[in-house]
């Protein structure tokens, strides 16, 4: 099963919800060209809802990074939203919990960034 992306918004906030494998090649470079479309389109409020995501390699984590930094340097804000336990466990190991901020709740994620 590969990368399923389904965009929407809240308010200002654009919404992906994820869904399959963040993995090499087709998986990674989707993620990649559909947060550097949403940055190049000036929307700099980027919530990855990863709750149907089954599977994350190395190179999806990477581009997890890689999307969380190319929002940042576009002055923009790149948040997860539902962490499944096998990913929350992948980032809390690579300590990269600390570098993503993270919630459960879209609600809280969604006002977390009017703060």
Same mark, same amino acid.
């Given at each position: 099963?590969?990368? +399923?992306?389904?965009?929407? +918004? !809240?308010g %200002?906030?654009?919404?992906? %919800?994820?869904?399959?494998k963040? $993995?090499?090649?087709?998986?990674? @470079?989707? #993620? ?7 940055? *190049? ?10 709750? *149907?995501?089954?599977? @994350? *390699? ?12 190319? $929002?940042?340097k !576009?002055?923009? @804000?790149? =948040? ?9 466990? #992948?980032? !809390?190991?690579? =300590?990269?919990?600390? @570098?993503?901020?993270?919630? +459960?709740?879209?609600?809280? !994620?969604?006002?977390?960034?009017? =703060?």
């Amino acid at each position: 099963m590969s990368l +399923t992306i389904n965009q929407r +918004t !809240a308010g %200002d906030v654009c919404i992906l %919800d994820l869904s399959g494998k963040i $993995t090499i090649g087709a998986g990674s @470079v989707q #993620l990649r060209d559909t947060v550097r479309k949403l940055i *190049d389109g000036n929307n700099k409020k980027i919530l990855l809802n990863v709750g *149907d995501v089954s599977y @994350v *390699d190395s190179s999806g984590i990477g581009e997890l990074v890689n999307s969380f930094t190319n $929002t940042n340097k !576009a002055g923009g @804000v790149l =948040k997860l939203l539902n962490l499944t336990k096998k990913i929350q466990d #992948l980032l !809390a190991i690579t =300590k990269l919990l600390t @570098v993503f901020e993270t919630f +459960t709740s879209e609600e809280e !994620a969604l006002n977390s960034f009017n =703060k």
